[in-house]
């Protein structure tokens, strides 16, 4: 990566500032979209992709997790609290 200084107009750089804030990028990653003549936004294929992508992600998440019974958990809180309560 290189840095370098550009002057750009006022008009110019109110716009790429508004869409970087817009796409949620940096300022420079804005500019260099733009130059590069690259696309803001995903295919259909592409976001496809990212989806099945994130799903593998999730589901060999949930599998390396503990098992949580939450009606378990919520009484055993409630039990832990009614001693911290009574004093026991």
Do not use: C
Request: glycine letters at 4%; hydrophobic letters at 40%; charged letters at 40%.
């Amino acid at each position: 990566m290189i840095r370098t200084t550009v002057s750009l107009r006022e008009d110019v750089y109110d716009n790429l500032r508004r869409l970087a804030a817009a796409k949620r990028m940096s300022f420079s990653g804005v500019v260099n979209v733009k130059l590069a003549g690259e696309s803001f936004s995903l295919s259909e294929n592409e976001v496809k992709q990212k989806i099945k992508e994130s799903r593998e992600f999730f589901k060999k998440l949930a599998k390396s997790t503990p098992k949580i019974d939450p009606v378990k958990a919520v009484r055993e809180m409630r039990d832990e609290r009614l001693k911290q309560l009574v004093g026991e």
